[in-house]
């Protein structure tokens, strides 16, 4: 398996080894409360010479252990004590050539690494052989099969310290490329709801633009400057707010407002609108920006086409673990089409909320259009119920 990230040394074997996730939280000083706090492998080197050290005093505990229960003696102690630093030895060598092999194709990897796993086995059985010889049975020469039984085990406890040690940097690869790959949704979701919230802007300076170069040729001038000055504190507001942030229902409603003063100057007595916020939903936090393509399109298909104008009502309210949007007017409804461009929209408007809202919430919301049984029409909106600074799961 190939890979340019710096890989972890292996640790020897021990009775029970736990892997750690991987984070990308810097090292801390090591007083008690970080060795709480930090993950084990976070610093790699670290964990290898804590798993190495642990795992070979480990062995050289049992096996001296077993020696004496079965009176071998004293002797046992110095035969065991000298292959655990063999063995400890060795396999730094094959951290060593482990470390660049597991950078190279899988076939190249596990070929060569079989080698050195056989090689390390017929040095450690060789050093076993002689100690044996000259610690435990003196004058002794094992050979043939001796010499190959002692092989045969030396191989098995440095294939499971190699497979160990794949094992785990194999797990700390996954888990770092699964961290990139969620970092890097993270961020494709960001820039999709920034090019979402991006925008808004420039459709609703379209619009209200063109109403001011309306009164300007029609020389009111005086409504064309307030116009202008009530725009100018409504970008001031809504450009505070990160494209990706979110506000609460206060402030989305207080954005609305200055919203509204500005259409105010266009339709005069012929927009009305009305606000019911619950007070348990006013700290409710939703995608800034959020309702006003709503009010938007209720002016263009509700207040612009009737002469007397209409009525627009905005709703906000708390659910349970729910929080419930409604914007309505009191327009044609359905008979002007506005449910099929509700439905089918693929402008800047209803399109947009609801790309907004699938890329914030998945699938945990609710968006639906519909006609009033007395005219109009309405959209409601439900999402989770997120008060101050959680966040968008």
Excluded: C
């Excluded at 890097?184 to 609703?204: D, G, K, T, V, W």
């Excluded at 947009?352 to 609710?366: E, S």
Aim: aromatic share 10%; net charge neutral.
């Amino acid at each position: 398996m190939a890979s340019s990230s710096p890989q972890i040394n292996a640790p020897a074997p021990a009775p029970a080894q736990a892997a750690g996730p991987v984070t990308d939280r810097s090292a801390k000083s090591w007083g008690p409360i970080s060795l709480q706090q930090q993950p084990f492998f976070e610093d790699k080197n670290r964990a290898f010479w804590i798993l190495q050290s642990a795992g070979w005093a480990g062995y050289f505990v049992l096996r001296t252990l077993t020696g004496i229960a079965n009176a071998m003696g004293w002797s046992f102690v110095i035969h065991t004590a000298l292959l655990t630093a063999t063995g400890y030895s060795i396999t730094l060598l094959m951290a060593a050539s482990f470390r660049r092999l597991i950078r190279l194709r899988p076939l190249v990897t596990w070929t060569i690494s079989i080698a050195l796993v056989l090689l390390a086995s017929a040095g450690f059985s060789a050093i076993e052989t002689w100690s044996y010889a000259t610690f435990l049975s003196p004058g002794s020469r094992p050979a043939g099969l001796q010499f190959f039984s002692s092989i045969l085990l030396t191989f098995s406890l440095l294939a499971a310290w190699s497979a160990l040690y794949y094992g785990i940097n194999y797990y700390l690869l996954l888990e770092q490329q699964t961290d990139q790959l969620l970092r890097l949704e993270h961020q494709a979701s960001s820039a999709q709801l920034a090019m979402l919230r991006y925008q808004l802007n420039p459709h609703f300076l379209f619009n209200t633009l063109n109403s001011i170069s309306t009164l300007v040729l029609l020389k009111q001038t005086e409504r064309a400057n307030a116009m202008l000055s009530r725009l100018s504190s409504f970008l001031r507001y809504t450009l505070v707010n990160e494209p990706t942030g979110q506000v609460t229902v206060e402030q989305e409603v207080e954005t609305l407002k200055l919203y509204l003063e500005i259409e105010k100057m266009r339709f005069e007595e012929r927009l009305r609108a009305r606000f019911h916020i619950d007070p348990a939903a006013v700290g409710a936090r939703l995608p800034s920006l959020l309702l006003q393509p709503l009010v938007e399109n209720a002016i263009k298909y509700a207040v612009t086409p009737q002469e007397e104008g209409a009525d627009i009502l905005v709703e906000a309210r708390r659910k349970g673990d729910r929080v419930e949007l409604t914007v309505q007017d009191t327009g044609p409804g359905a008979d002007s089409g506005y449910t099929v461009r509700a439905e089918q929209s693929t402008g800047v408007g209803l399109a947009n909320i609801r790309d907004r809202l699938a890329q914030a919430y998945g699938a945990d919301h609710r968006f639906e259009t519909q006609t009033n049984i007395r005219g109009g029409f309405s959209v409601t909106i439900e999402i989770p119920y997120q008060f101050q600074s959680e966040e968008v799961k």
